[in-house]
């Protein structure tokens, strides 16, 4: 069973930056199509951004032209550069994985956008 650690979150202003991480066990990390999602307490998980095992990229409209995914297939590891972040999109993020109809989950970090 794949397992996925997601790190890189934390505090930041408005209009800021950050990169989240997304590391996968796996030895076979390039078959599987990665994604990140978010959640607010009370509000379903949100669709950000996946990037198939082609490299072909989609994102939710929420964060087109802001956020870019992207994955490295040596390290087992899938980004998430956000730029110009608002106060709404503060969540916890989560990583998935994707395979025949399989998805698997990571465990979440916590993306505040404060002043």
């Known amino acids: 069973q794949v397992q996925l650690v997601e790190s890189g979150g934390g505090l930041v202003q408005p209009g800021g930056s950050l990169t989240l991480s997304c590391a996968a066990s796996t030895t076979i990390f390039s078959i599987y199509t990665m994604g990140w999602s978010r959640q607010t307490p009370g509000k379903q998980r949100e669709f950000i951004a996946e990037?198939?095992?082609?490299?072909?990229?989609n994102y939710g409209d929420s964060v087109n032209g802001r956020f870019t995914i992207s994955r490295d297939n040596a390290k087992n590891t899938v980004y998430l550069q956000m730029n110009s972040l608002k106060p709404e999109d503060t969540a916890v993020y989560y990583c998935?994985?994707?395979?025949?109809?399989?998805?698997?989950w990571g465990q979440g970090t916590q993306v505040t956008v404060s002043s």
């Open positions: 998935n994985a994707a395979y025949r109809g399989l998805r698997i």
């Open positions: 990037i198939t095992t082609g490299g072909t990229t």
